[in-house]
Antibody
Framework: EVQLVESGGGLVQPGGSLRLSCAAS????????MNWVRQAPGKGLEWVSY????????YYADSVKGRFTISRDNAKNSLYLQMNSLRAEDTAVYYC????????????WGQGTLVTVSS | DIQMTQSPSSLSASVGDRVTITCRAS??????LAWYQQKPGKAPKLLLY???RLESGVPSRFSGSGSGTDYTLTISSLQPEDFATYYC??????????FGGGTKVEIK
């Protein structure tokens, strides 16, 4: 069974940093591209970042470029999102999501981890 | 970026009703369209992809259609477990994929 389990969310002050993790199991993690998608409270879905299976190709949404860094450790079956210079508008539930049949078609999602940026 | 406009933003329906949700892209997306269902406090779940292909395990009362810029999700006979928010997503212009604003399906 495919499982994606996020962790690392919490309350952080504006300008602070946080590192999210996503532990994958039930599939060959190193063969799949991965993404982070976020959802602000009561709002819709916003794609945040993509990383290829090897980690060699990375993309970011303009809203987080230069502040967030996506990475992965295929030996540990883990995906990460380092978030720096956090702003109030980064407050959201962050989901890790696996690419499915096509690039950036998300067939499995984690349960999400809540990041709250507030003083 | 390709903008995805969903309508309506919410609707009220009864069990057994036929429900239709539309999604319009700001440019053609060649059927690179997915539909997700999200229940409160849960992650989105993939329902359909390539505009009309049903994901494994999804009930056949869900169907999708469309082409070019206009797409539709239809629930043929609404069931109690279908009350949720539905999102469309274009994956034509990777990596800058975008979602629609969502349609909340509520009980009448």
């Amino acid at each position: 069974e495919v499982q994606l389990v996020e962790s690392g969310g919490g309350l952080v002050q504006p300008g602070g940093s946080l590192r999210l993790s996503c532990a994958a199991s039930g599939f060959t993690f190193s063969s799949y591209e991965m993404n982070w998608v976020r959802q602000a409270p009561g709002k819709g879905l916003e794609w945040v970042s993509y990383i290829s299976s090897s980690g060699s190709t990375i993309y970011y949404a303009d809203s987080v470029k230069g502040r967030f860094t996506i990475s992965r450790d295929n030996a540990k079956n883990s995906l990460y999102l380092q978030m720096n210079s956090l702003r109030a508008e980064d407050t959201a539930v962050y989901y890790c999501a696996r690419d499915g049949y096509d690039p950036q078609l998300f067939d499995y999602w984690g349960q999400g981890t809540l990041v709250t940026v507030s003083s | 970026d390709i903008q995805m406009t969903q309508s309506p933003s919410s609707l009220s329906a009864s069990v057994g009703d036929r429900v239709t949700i539309t999604c319009r892209a700001s440019q053609g997306i060649s059927n690179s369209l997915a539909w997700y269902q999200q229940k409160p406090g849960k992650a989105p779940k993939l329902l359909l992809y390539a505009a009309s292909r049903l994901e494994s395990g999804v009930p056949s009362r869900f169907s999708g259609s469309g082409s070019g810029t206009d797409y539709t999700l239809t629930i043929s006979s609404l069931q109690p477990e279908d009350f949720a928010t539905y999102y469309c997503q274009q994956y034509y212009s990777t990596p800058l994929i975008t979602f629609g604003g969502g349609t909340k399906v509520e009980i009448k």
